[in-house]
DNA sequence: CTGAAAGCGCTTACAG
DNA sequence: CTGAAAGCGCTTACAG
């Protein structure tokens, strides 16, 4: 076992003084063609790599963000990583991915632990928790220290910085839409509680396309659901007490769901009921039928928000101007075969 | 906007030494208690948070894990890493992911970024190539500087070093058996090529499942995955081709596209042809029918790979001793709807 | 062309 | 009880 060698080491086999051996390694013009060509041979010999926490000290930078997210397990996050990984990989950057757990505690943690150096940025997703509590404080502190954040998804307007979205009340619409296009009318909602923010933003846009269309709106046809643990049970009494044409369900597994639980009940997809969801991930692909979805387009948000971040840090502090962008991702409806 | 501050401008301003100020802050007993109350009210007020990477570079270590792994949109990578930063976290360690994309290079440059002092230790699983090119050497050069590593699900056996996985032959023997015991004997196999590890190992438990119940191994039944792009005409033409009773399929993408395939060509799941997947993961769990599998328990195998990480990393150098354990997760048979 | 010094932000053995 | 010094591993302005 040979531990890492230093430039230390390397001065004292050589004979030099550590000052002589960074330049050379560095091929500063400073040093002779001669001793420059003697220790770059022996830093090679000896595989010698700077060490990474002695430059960020010297540095104040360390070349590393932080995505920090709800969860990972579903799969628009995953692919949210995906691309923040590529675009920051490609310039060097390193990438901390942290979980809140949709807790506000632990978000704070995370983000209190990380801001002390270790990293140069966020990129965050709101918890659910948060988002409910209201309480940004910790976001606040960070971006006063002068550290960059970019939000994505989740999203609040309760702080100023970068932020990468999708029109959700649009998408939501367009898919609303579509289905009163097909001439359905008595049309159910499977939305989120209104404090997810997205949720609340989806169910507009459905409200927006049912008003649009003098469709009158049904409070009864909305099921707003809280818990994640057990909601297949009020999907249930929304499809049987209700005789819907079609469902608009904001996520995947709302609308994978509806389509096992409409089979059950005996309402064939999409001969009796058509459904739309939200989020293009691998169950809307894989699932029979496969799911008509708005496709969100996680890797491209992820690329996006990342560029954001990258191009905050990578300019020069006397430069930086406190201006915000909000950019917003494109999501299209993708057709399958949940829809006629 | 106002900047981090540092133990020297606490010193400044309270006008005592650096010295002083850190210890005041550690509560060490060989300050005065006026001072310490002073000092700690001072930093308290101007939240005062030690650098991490100051820390890391005198304590030569940085609190970071890494999980390296092929890919993050497999939902089985998704919960190992959640398992794996459960852990890590409760111990007041980061995780960073990198991504090899499932090539050698990629897993070789993350490897050698991040094994320069920003990381403690490696938590892996290889990437195809790798296991295809049989080319270790930059994870022995890890090992050999003295930086543990955790190798899981896709391991070699040329590495020494702990490792956690599941008993792919033996999964795949009882996933097999169980369909033997419902009376089938053309049972297909949809498999990757064999330089995939747990691949190779998984058609070896079918076909020592086969043989045990003096089943004679058809190779026209086994089906071998190269290219991830193009497998549905293969799957197709298996399932044309031979008039089977049940598939088993070792993961889930394979199994839910055997599931469209034969509904495509007229065969019912699970009355016509039965079929069992590999890994539980959301596809099997949403499916329509829901897809019997073997349950892999990726946050298992998370939870135990960064555990057995830590366990070495928290011993002292001195007592140090190289010896290997690989750890054996457990599966099991999750039945569903995709078998009769 | 080479090296000593200062510094990034911290800790701690040692001196006073 | 307090502080100066050395050190973690590096870079760079400055002196010689």
Do not use: F, R, W, Y
């Given at each position: 076992m040979r531990r890492k060698v230093t430039l230390k080491q390397i001065a004292k086999e050589l004979d030099v003084s550590i000052s002589t051996v960074s330049k050379s390694l560095r091929d500063s013009t400073e040093i002779s063609e001669d001793t420059r060509q003697k220790v770059q041979a022996f830093a090679k010999l000896y595989n010698y790599k700077?060490?990474?926490i002695a430059l960020s000290l010297k540095n104040r930078k360390s070349k590393t963000i932080?995505?920090?997210i709800p969860e990972i397990i579903h799969h628009f996050f995953a692919t949210v990583i995906s691309g923040v990984e590529h675009v920051a990989n490609e310039k060097g950057y390193n990438v901390i991915v942290c979980l809140s757990d949709e807790s506000f505690d632990k978000e704070v943690i995370n983000m209190e632990m990380l801001a002390n150096g270790s990293i140069d940025g966020f990129i965050m997703s709101l918890s659910k928790e948060t988002q409910q509590k209201k309480d940004f404080h910790h976001i606040s502190e960070v971006i006063n220290q002068g550290m960059p954040v970019v939000m994505f998804d989740r999203v609040t307007n309760d702080i100023l910085c970068d932020k990468v979205i999708i029109d959700d009340n649009l998408a939501a619409f367009n898919a609303t839409?579509?289905?009163i296009n097909k001439g359905f009318r008595k049309i159910g909602l499977i939305t989120t509680v209104d404090y997810v923010s997205v949720g609340k933003l989806r169910t507009e846009g459905y409200i927006k396309a049912l008003k649009t269309n003098d469709?009158?709106?049904?409070?009864?046809?909305?099921?707003?659901?809280?818990?994640?643990d057990n909601f297949e049970s009020q999907i249930k009494s929304l499809l049987e007490n209700n005789d819907l044409d079609a469902v608009f369900a904001v996520n995947e597994i709302f609308a994978v769901t509806a389509i096992k639980i409409a089979n059950k009940l005996g309402k064939k997809v999409p001969e009796n009921i058509s459904i739309i969801g939200f989020t293009d991930g691998i169950i809307s692909k894989y699932s029979?039928?496969?799911?008509t979805t708005v496709s969100q387009n996680g890797v491209k948000m992820g690329?996006?928000?990342?560029?954001?971040?990258?191009e905050k840090l990578e300019i020069e502090e006397e430069e930086y101007e406190e201006q915000y962008k909000t950019e917003v991702i494109e999501t299209e409806l993708v057709e399958r075969e949940s829809t006629i």
């Open positions: 700077p060490n990474n932080c995505i920090l839409q579509h289905l469709i009158k709106v049904d409070e009864n046809l909305i099921l707003k659901i809280e818990d994640t029979s039928p496969s799911i690329e996006k928000a990342a560029k954001m971040l990258l």
